[in-house]
């Protein structure tokens, strides 16, 4: 099992546009970036600043020989497969970057992509048909590595293959919408192996703390406890004033019968 970071590319931003995604597809890029230290989480810098926001280009995960870097919910579209608004590959794909940094292990990053796809495959009750190539959406030569090696795509798709046959990992029997107040709100759960799950970052939130950190940790932030001495002198405040209203209301009546 690869260690899967969540790193969001803030709401609002232009390569995060926030359409619904169903998906029924699995794009495989590669991200045509060779230079030394780019990383799944360089790229997620990249993703988070102005040059991606400005294109704008987004995707759901960047994958090394270390570490999966999240980008996108998986219920959001990014701008990935160069097919338009509307396109298939943009509006019903998750997509998949497998960096080529010369300083990392380019063996150990698709073996942890194929693990990923077939975890994602696994997830969604799809199949292996359902795995595409940058290319399949717009005839771009990508992923430019594993296209380019002699049965390089045949051989991927073989390994998630062999990941399906082998991995035991618990997958999502469907996702269940949250309501709060009686009224429905965008966000989601899921239910896997019979639990209930929410990200914790939604749930704290609410109640107004903070959720920070990934990885092998998060840090929960909850709102500051109220005095309890200040508590007090508010409620005593708050009962005085009530009761100079009802004195007032005591005199207004007097008055009113006192001038019959």
Not at 18 to 28: D, S
Not at 98 to 113: F, K, L, M, S, T
Not at 117 to 141: F, I, N, P, T
């Amino acid at each position: 099992m690869v260690q899967i970071i969540q790193d969001f590319i803030p709401k609002g931003r232009r390569n995060r546009p926030g359409y619904k995604l169903v998906p029924k597809y699995f794009t495989i890029h590669d991200t045509a970036n060779p230079n030394a230290g780019a990383d799944a989480k360089a790229h997620a810098r990249y993703l988070k600043g102005d040059s991606a926001a400005s294109i704008p280009v987004s995707w759901h995960f960047t994958v090394d020989e270390r570490v999966i870097v999240q980008h996108l919910p998986l219920n959001e579209n990014g701008w990935h497969a160069s097919d338009g608004a509307n396109g298939t590959g943009n509006r019903q794909s998750i997509g998949i970057e497998i960096c080529e940094n010369r300083d990392g292990n380019r063996a150990v990053a698709e073996a942890n992509a194929a693990w990923l796809v077939a975890k994602l495959l696994k997830d969604y009750g799809l199949g292996l048909d359902r795995v595409k190539q940058h290319y399949d959406w717009s005839k771009k030569d990508c992923p430019r590595v594993l296209r380019g090696r002699k049965n390089g795509w045949a051989n991927f798709l073989k390994a998630v293959e062999q990941q399906l046959k082998t991995m035991k990992i618990p997958s999502i029997t469907r996702a269940i919408g949250i309501q709060i107040g009686g009224k429905t709100v965008d966000e989601i759960g899921y239910l896997i192996d019979n639990a209930t799950y929410v990200r914790a970052a939604y749930l704290v939130a609410l109640i107004g703390g903070e959720v920070t950190g990934h990885g092998d940790h998060i840090k929960i932030v909850l709102p500051a406890t109220p005095d309890q001495a200040e508590m007090e002198e508010l409620r005593a405040a708050l009962a005085a004033e009530r009761q100079r209203i009802e004195n007032a209301k005591r005199l207004l009546k007097e008055a009113e019968r006192a001038l019959g």
